[in-house]
Nanobody, 115 residues
Framework: QVQLVESGGGLVQAGGSLRLSCAAN????????LAWYRQAPGKQRELVAT???????NYATFVRGRFTFSRDSAENAVYLTMTLLTSEDSANYYC?????????WGRGTQVAVDS
């Protein structure tokens, strides 16, 4: 079973940057879609970015140009580098893997942007 652990969240000033990490206990890249989601208090979970098995990346409009998805296959890890953060980016961030066996989620890492 795939296990995902996010880290790297914290408190940052508006305009600052953070790099979130998602570590897996197994290979998560072969034929799978990887994604980052976020959920702010009182709001629905929303998709931030995806990477398809082909390597194609997709970003939500509200983060395009500011957030970047990256990966380290040797470490079974994915990253989300976030720049030009605003208070609207404050949320719990989750990584997710869609595999033929099912969809797996981490527990999330909290990001708070102080304006």
């Amino acid at each position: 079973q795939v296990q995902l652990v996010e880290s790297g969240g914290g408190l940052v000033q508006a305009g600052g940057s953070l790099r979130l990490s998602c570590a897996a206990n197994t290979d998560i890249f072969s034929g799978n879609t990887l994604a980052w989601y976020r959920q702010a208090p009182g709001k629905q979970r929303e998709l931030v970015a995806t990477v398809e098995s082909s390597g194609r990346e997709n970003y939500a409009t509200f983060v395009r140009g500011r957030f970047t998805f990256s990966r380290d296959s040797a470490e079974n890890a994915v990253y989300l580098t976030m720049t030009l953060l605003t208070s609207e980016d404050s949320a719990n961030y989750y990584c997710s893997v869609v595999t033929p066996a099912g969809v797996y989620w981490g527990r999330g890492t909290q990001v708070a942007v102080d304006s």
